[in-house]
């Protein structure tokens, strides 16, 4: 198992890296006292999580510890990484002043610069026990990459969807990216391939002979290839491209299972078929 002990100082941006790592497919427990981080690594295993992210922060109990219990999920083979954010004290001081959240130290009495002096005391073991990123002159979006980065997410955390539609029946809501092929050959008006989809076989035999078509789906899986990378810099997390022909269910069916097969090795594939599951 794969555990991600998330920490660091408060408005340094666990939350963002939480966000992060959940969208990318693990398991995550906030807020946990690190008293209870074996019995829970041993429960998440026990579940069958493969992966998983546990935040722990300053307010825990037992934070002295945390280095033995790390020590001791790396004896137990488990792959423990520590990943710390941190920032300057100005700029936590200023998004604290930005958000008008109150640091979870100032409740005792303290000023905020003093809250955030002592929660960097208190967590001062815990920096040094893994990969320490400054996030002061980070912008949100800039850190989800640097996490995506570093622990190898990448483009796996986007969910790309197809979905073929007709026009007469309007173009999808959910729709990111329209693609136009209503001015490709038509197998409607080829007899023998009418009652057929853009699934079976003799509609994609006829669709492979096509140059125009060939030409089509070339561009669009090249402006695809070009851009997908640039999207998930953006933190989306999904993505539908639309095809649209006449009726939907031959062009825009045969493109939309192509492009699918096309990028199902590097991304989350979905496909959808508006007018097919219409009849």
């Known amino acids: ?5 998330v920490s660091g100082l408060s408005g340094a941006g ?3 890296a939480l966000d992060v790592l959940e969208d990318g ?5 906030d807020n946990l ?3 209870l981080l074996l019995d829970v690594a041993a429960f998440l295993a026990s579940a069958g999580h493969e992966r998983s992210a546990v935040s722990v922060d300053a307010r825990s109990a037992a934070l002295a510890a945390l280095p033995e219990s790390v020590a001791q999920l790396k004896a137990k083979g488990i792959d423990c990484r520590v990943l710390y954010l941190e920032a300057n004290t100005q700029t936590l001081m200023r998004r604290f002043s930005e ?11 303290l000023a ?5 002096a002592k929660e960097r005391a208190l967590l001062a073991d815990v920096a040094a026990l893994g990969h320490r990123i400054d996030t002061s002159e980070l912008q949100p979006r800039v850190l989800r990459q640097w996490i995506r980065d570093l622990l190898g997410l990448g483009a796996g955390s986007l969910t790309l969807l197809f979905e073929s539609f007709a026009f007469r029946d309007g173009i999808p809501l959910d729709a990111d990216w329209v693609v136009d092929a209503r ?5 409607h008006y080829e007899p023998a391939l009418r009652p057929l989809t853009g699934r079976d076989a003799a509609v994609s035999a006829f669709l492979d002979g096509q140059p125009s078509v060939q030409r089509l789906l070339g561009d669009v899986r090249d402006f695809l290839g070009r851009w997908l990378p640039e999207i998930v810099k953006e933190n989306r997390s999904y993505l539908t491209v639309a095809i649209g022909c006449t009726g939907g269910r031959h062009r825009s069916v045969y493109l939309a299972e192509r492009l699918a097969a096309a990028f199902a090795g590097d991304w989350r594939v979905l496909v959808r078929h508006r ?3 219409r009849e």
């Open 1 to 5: 198992m794969q555990l991600i002990l």
């Open 14 to 16: 666990k939350s963002i």
């Open 25 to 29: 497919g693990y398991y995550c427990v």
């Open 33 to 35: 006292p690190a008293t």
């Open 99 to 109: 958000t008008r959240r109150r640091h979870p130290l100032t409740i005792v009495g």
């Open 112 to 116: 905020l610069d003093e809250a955030i």
């Open 183 to 187: 001015m490709l050959p038509n197998p």
């Open 275 to 277: 007018g097919l599951a």
